[in-house]
T-cell receptor, first 110, second 113 residues
């Protein structure tokens, strides 16, 4: 069993729709939870990070963490074609090593 | 935010040759850097942890004699792919840890012909 599970998609939505992404994990040692966005042939860029259960908002992005269920989510409101990318969840232990989900490819149709 | 650079961004080499990839932290010091490999349509897989002034630690299944890592200074780590083969063709990405996140380089695409 992988430490981090993420549905690779692909996911296609019309412009303006809400994009919903999620990951589950099995290791209780994970302390911080991140969402990265990766465009084709580029390095990942950090979108959001959280360290406690609950919601965190940043503009059109909302990250949710439920540690009791070992489940994290990312919501993108009012999606734009420029949001088309691969979104990777990642989790970090206290040794700074990241474990990534498989990444979900999202396409927002104009 | 912190910036990590990689050089080269793209390299083609012949089978059997060696290729060096540099990872630099531009505005901060990094005693630890990480090297990842990403195959098309797959996630990032951690290859090794680069430690300034000491030997790198490799993840299970990664050949340390094939992927040589040198962390000679607090701002530079290098990954050398020795005796490259076509199956080594991949996207190699380095990162350096911040307080709560990793700062990623832009990646190096290696194609071995």
């Amino acid at each position: 069993q992988k430490e981090v599970e993420q549905d690779p998609g692909p996911l296609s939505v019309p412009e303006g729709a809400i994009v919903s992404l999620n990951c589950t994990y099995s290791n209780s040692a994970f302390q911080y939870f991140m969402w990265y966005r990766q465009y084709s042939r580029k390095g990942p860029e950090l979108l959001m990070y959280t360290y406690s259960s609950g919601n965190k908002e940043d503009g059109r992005f909302t990250a949710q963490v439920d540690k009791s269920s070992k489940y994290i989510s990312l919501f993108i409101r009012d999606s734009q074609p420029s949001d088309s990318a691969t979104y990777l969840c990642a989790m970090i232990r206290n040794d700074y090593k990241l474990s990534f989900g498989a990444g979900t490819t999202v396409t927002v149709r104009a | 935010g912190a910036v990590v650079s990689q050089h080269p961004s793209w390299v083609i080499c012949k089978s059997g040759t060696s290729v060096k990839i540099e990872c630099r932290s531009l505005d901060f010091q990094a005693t630890t850097m990480f090297w990842y490999r990403q195959f098309p349509k797959q996630s990032l897989m951690l290859m090794a942890t680069s430690n300034e002034g000491s030997k790198a630690t490799y993840e299970q299944g990664v050949e340390k004699d094939k992927f040589l890592i040198n962390h000679a200074s607090l701002t530079l780590s290098t990954l050398t792919v020795t005796s490259a083969h076509p199956e080594d063709s991949s996207f190699y990405i380095c990162s350096a840890p911040g307080a709560h996140e990793q700062y990623f380089g832009p990646g190096t695409r290696l194609t071995v012909t």
